[in-house]
Nanobody
Framework: QVQLVESGGGLVQAGGSLRLSCLVS????????MGWWRQAPGKQRELVTF???????NYRDSVKGRFTISRDNAKNTMYLQMNSLKPEDTAVYFC????????????WGQGTQVTVSP
C-alpha cells in the first residue's frame, strides 16, 4: 500500500506559478512510476506528466515547456512546478503511483485545487 498527500494548490493569476507537492508514504519501494493527473469540471481526468523509477519523464503537449516534474527521494516527495499558468490549467490536480506489476495508476492522493484566473 502507498499513501499520497498533495499540497500546494491555490488561486493564481494567468502567467503566474505554483508548485505542487506530493508526499509519499508506505511501501514506496513498490513504486515504478508516479504521475500528476488533473480533472477539470465536466472533463475526464487526464495525465499531465509522469516520472519513472529510472527518472524518465513525459509531458502532455499542452504543458511542455511550462510544467516540470521532479522528485526528492530523501524527502519521499514528488513535485510539479507549474509556470506560465493559463486559465485552461484550472483543475483538481492529483498525484498517483503505479506499482510494480501494474499497468495502471491505482494509488491516488485526495487532490488539490488549482485555479488560474484570467
Amino acid at each position: 500500500q502507498v499513501q499520497l498527500v498533495e499540497s500546494g494548490g491555490g488561486l493564481v493569476q494567468a502567467g503566474g506559478s505554483l508548485r505542487l507537492s506530493c508526499l509519499v508514504s508506505g511501501n514506496i519501494f513498490s513504486i515504478n512510476a508516479m504521475g500528476w493527473w488533473r480533472q477539470a469540471p465536466g472533463k475526464q481526468r487526464e495525465l499531465v506528466t509522469f516520472i519513472t523509477i529510472g527518472g524518465t519523464t513525459n509531458y502532455r503537449d499542452s504543458v511542455k515547456g511550462r510544467f516540470t516534474i521532479s522528485r526528492d527521494n530523501a524527502k519521499n516527495t514528488m513535485y510539479l512546478q507549474m509556470n506560465s499558468l493559463k486559465p485552461e490549467d484550472t483543475a483538481v490536480y492529483f498525484c498517483a503511483a503505479r506499482l510494480e506489476g501494474d499497468r495502471e495508476y491505482r494509488s491516488w492522493g485526495q487532490g488539490t485545487q488549482v485555479t488560474v484566473s484570467p
